[in-house]
């Protein structure tokens, strides 16, 4: 669920309102009803909403009447210096298995107002975007901008090097040209959902910029940023509590939904409207909680141990699937970072 009023730069907006004044639309057009000045987007202290945001999409598609796949042409602006730690945990992932984990795990850092789900069907990995709680009229938008920022993204971090197979839209065709230039790829249109796919061996595929320690720091700073925001908001934030209050022993979901003074379908419920779960979280936990044991000098057996695991394989196991590597390789990597 997209989080429409939590406040955060205003990097899209401006990216949005740049664009409105290319197509000739005027500053108080493109701002109208978002209580937002020009001057206020040019003010790095200034925050805003994807409330606002959402808003602001609304004005120029109606004063251009969607003319040039407005979601096309505003998100083949972004580059991955524009996310911040986000993109550097990206860039520092082992694999593209891992750098999409990493993505999905912290999506609500971005501009994103889809919905990225990965699912893996034979041969192919599948990105699967939905828009559950954006209004009909931008749901196009939607889907248009965060796939051209995911195209983005994909060159920036593999030069030209292409890896998705194919890409199928759930809308009527339009300009198939523009779409090929952007995104690198003819769609097929009018299908049942957007799916993004491509060969499921590419996710072991190594990341040029690869580097442990530098991914560690990223994702510590993001885990920071995705907590401060979730305590401003939402459920997820008070299991966080719970779970962390218990590492080697975590209390079950029932136990939680009592504490919480709920019942275990309102939790699940709640949970799920946040782009969440219990087990998620309980597996967010535990990989926090495990990079700063191994980092902090506990031995792989002591970090298995204190986080409730009953056999080493099993965290180990549980720790590759995290990270991309194994917990040894991980502790070497952290002590020569470069």
Request: glycine share 8%.
């Amino acid at each position: 669920m997209v989080q429409w009023e939590i406040p955060r730069p205003p990097t899209s907006l401006s990216v949005l309102f740049d664009l409105g004044v290319e197509l000739g639309v005027p500053a108080t057009a493109s701002l109208a009803g978002s209580g937002l000045t020009e001057a206020a987007l040019r003010d790095t202290g200034t925050e805003v909403t994807a409330r606002q945001e959402q808003l602001v999409v609304g004005n120029l598609l109606a004063a251009t009447g969607g003319r040039g796949r407005l979601g096309l042409e505003a998100g083949s602006r972004f580059h991955l210096t524009s996310f911040g730690f986000w993109g550097f945990a990206l860039v520092s992932s082992p694999t593209l298995g891992a750098a999409i984990k990493v993505a999905l795990q912290y999506l609500d850092l971005t501009y994103a107002w889809s919905h990225f789900d990965l699912r893996h069907t034979g041969d192919e990995a599948q990105l699967v975007l939905t828009t559950p709680d954006v209004p009909e009229p931008l749901r196009r938008f939607s889907i248009e901008r965060d796939l051209a920022v995911t195209a983005t993204l994909q060159r920036e971090l593999f030069s030209t090097q292409l890896l998705a197979r194919r890409l199928v839209l759930p809308f009527p065709p339009a300009d198939p040209e523009r779409y090929e230039q952007v995104l690198g790829i003819t769609p097929e249109f009018d299908g049942d959902e957007t799916v993004l796919a491509l060969d499921a061996a590419l996710l072991d595929l190594p990341m040029p910029q690869a580097n442990a320690h530098a991914q560690a720091l990223a994702q510590e700073q993001c885990r920071e940023l995705l907590d401060r925001n979730s305590a401003r908001t939402g459920v997820a934030g008070r299991v966080r509590d719970l779970l962390l209050a218990r590492p080697g022993d975590p209390p079950t979901a029932e136990h939680v939904a009592r504490e919480l003074m709920m019942s275990s379908r309102t939790l699940r419920e709640l949970l799920a409207a946040e782009r969440t779960s219990y087990r998620e979280l309980l597996a967010e936990i535990r990989e926090r909680l495990a990079e700063e044991m191994l980092s902090g000098g506990l031995t792989v057996a002591q970090a298995a141990e204190r986080l409730g695991y009953q056999e080493v394989s099993s965290f180990s196991h549980a720790f590759r699937r995290w990270k991309g590597m194994g917990p040894r390789a991980y502790r070497t990597a952290l002590r020569s970072p470069d």
